[in-house]
């Protein structure tokens, strides 16, 4: 591994002279080029290595289509309460509210609208507007006989008999002008 490098002398223990510094300096360069050596026989290993994810990636999405919205046994687990769930089968033209009811019946719990997005989209549910949180509570909150809002974010079935808290508004901090004298 170090047969490529020149030998150092015992000039280092002793008085750091030019010619110390200069041995350290190419044991230096050697050792960069060592390092680029390495990388240049990693890139196609690499390159290799990123194809395959993406394949397998794809594989899993073709299953996945082929199979319906059920967790595959091959994907990696987590410790996420969406993934251990059996999924509940949705009709294929259901709504987003559909979707977000099942999801909610799987886990068994209220969830953050940020896990509910996230589940929405690993199931391929297209999201109302730009696709973002807001839009989703919008539809929840449209649909009061179905979810409720059990604190800031997080939504639960009505089915489930669990308090509403209601929105509160933030105060808005308005800038004094400083009054120039």
Do not use: C
């Amino acid at each position: 591994m170090y047969a490529n490098l020149p030998p150092m002398s015992n000039r280092v223990g002793t008085h750091k002279t030019r010619a110390a510094l200069e041995d350290l300096e190419a044991w230096a360069q050697a050792t960069e080029r060592e390092i680029e050596e390495i990388r240049a026989q990693m890139l196609p290993l690499e390159q290799r290595m990123s194809a395959a994810r993406e394949r397998l990636d794809l594989i899993r999405r073709l299953i996945g289509l082929a199979d319906g919205p059920k967790q595959q046994p091959s994907a990696p687990r987590t410790s996420s309460p969406l993934k251990q769930a059996p999924a509940t089968k949705v009709p294929p033209m259901a709504t987003l509210e559909d979707h977000v009811e099942a999801i909610l019946s799987e886990t068994g719990e209220p969830l953050h609208i940020s896990a509910l997005r996230e589940a929405l989209i690993k199931r391929g549910v297209p999201l109302p507007g730009r696709g973002d949180e807001a839009n989703v509570i919008v539809r929840l909150r449209r649909d009061e006989a179905r979810f409720t809002r059990t604190g800031r974010g997080t939504y639960a079935l009505t089915a489930w008999g669990m308090p509403t808290v209601a929105p509160t508004r933030r105060k808005k901090v308005r800038r004094r002008r400083a009054v120039k004298a």
